[in-house]
Nanobody, 115 residues
């Protein structure tokens, strides 16, 4: 069973930056679509950014131009660089791995943006 371990969340003031990391425990990572979703209290689960195994990216409308997803297959790690953070970006961010019928979530990491 693949496990995902996230890191990099925290508290930042508006306009600041954070980088999240997510490392998969097995090398099948390189074949999977990897990415990030988030959920704020009272809100639905929301796509943030994903990257396919061939490097195709998809971003949520609210983060386009501010967030960048990338991956290092040699390290089984996907990153989310978050710039120009806004208070409305406050949420728990979840790493996700999809490969065929496999759909795995990380434990989540809290990102809080103060105004």
């Amino acid at each position: 069973q693949v496990q995902l371990v996230e890191s990099g969340g925290g508290l930042v003031t508006a306009g600041g930056s954070l980088r999240l990391s997510c490392t998969a425990s097995k090398s099948t990572f390189s074949l999977a679509t990897m990415g990030w979703y988030r959920q704020a209290p009272g809100n639905q689960h929301e796509l943030v950014a994903i990257m396919s195994s061939v490097g195709t990216t998809t971003y949520g409308d609210s983060v386009k131009g501010r967030f960048t997803v990338s991956r290092d297959n040699a390290k089984n790690t996907v990153y989310l660089q978050m710039n120009s953070l806004k208070p409305e970006d406050t949420a728990v961010y979840y790493c996700n791995l999809k490969l065929g019928i496999i759909n795995i979530w990380g434990q989540g990491t809290q990102v809080t943006v103060s105004s």
